[in-house]
T-cell receptor, first 113, second 112 residues
Framework: KQEVTQIPAALSVPEGENLVLNCSFT??????LQWFRQDPGKGLTSLLL?????REQTSGRLNASLDKSSGRSTLYIAASQPGDSATYLC????????????FGSGTRLLVRP | ETGVTQSPTHLIKTRGQQVTLRCSSQ?????VSWYQQALGQGPQFIFQ???????GRGNFPPRFSGLQFPNYSSELNVNALELDDSALYLC???????????FGPGTRLTVT
């Protein structure tokens, strides 16, 4: 059974810091991995999607890496800003008939001005 | 803006009642998935519909059911509501089974 774990559960940093969010998964048979952002009470905004054959993806200040063999992904946020405060969710796309997403519980990030 | 819409935004129901949540997928997307997100948790897969047929189900009881219509809309029905059904319900549509899923804003259901 695929399980996705995110560490840390919560993080508070001063503005301007570079930070790393971690995601681990137990089954390497994934189709892809996706990082989402969720503001309180809102839906999910896709940040980065990494196919299983890729090692990393970049978008602006965000960089996500994938090590499928070790079951790990990291989301790197450069020069954090108060507007980055949100919950960040990692999800793996299971490689079966439904290709459903399996989510971690998220990391709640607070960037202090 | 993903083009996926959900209604209603918020809903309050009493234990034992039935509820229908609606989702309008992006045009041309033949796959819709529903997820339940309890407070402080990640979304959990409920089920998926592909070309109007159920194509996979998570660990949810039969009182959770769904429909997908030819006009790219879908419904999630929950019978005999329980307090633990209080959650944010998210739908996601994709062009096909393997394409990226695009999420709607969700429906917040509160069961009292």
């Amino acid at each position: 059974k695929q399980e996705v774990t995110q560490i840390p559960a919560a993080l508070s940093v001063p503005e301007g810091e570079n930070l790393v969010l971690n995601c681990s998964f137990t089954d390497s048979a994934i189709y892809n991995l996706q990082w989402f952002r969720q503001d309180p009470g809102k839906g999910l905004t896709s940040l980065l999607l990494i196919q299983s054959s890729q090692r990393e993806q970049t978008s602006g200040r965000l960089n996500a890496s994938l090590d499928k063999s070790s079951g790990r992904s990291t989301l790197y946020i450069a020069a954090s800003q108060p507007g980055d405060s949100a919950t960040y969710l990692c999800a793996v796309r299971k490689e079966d008939s439904s290709y459903k997403l399996i989510f971690g519980s998220g990391t709640r990030l607070l960037v202090r001005p | 803006e993903t083009g996926v819409t959900q209604s209603p935004t918020h809903l309050i129901k009493t234990r034992g009642q039935q509820v229908t949540l609606r989702c309008s997928s992006q045009s041309g997307h033949n796959t819709v998935s529903w997820y339940q997100q309890a407070l402080g948790q990640g979304p959990q897969f409920i089920f998926q519909y592909y070309r109007e047929e159920e194509n996979g189900r998570g660990n949810f009881p039969p009182r959770f059911s769904g429909l997908q219509f030819p006009n790219y809309s879908s419904e999630l029905n929950v019978n005999a509501l329980e307090l633990d059904d209080s959650a944010l319900y998210l739908c996601a549509s994709s062009l096909t089974l393997i394409d990226e899923q695009y999420f709607g804003p969700g429906t917040r259901l509160t069961v009292t």
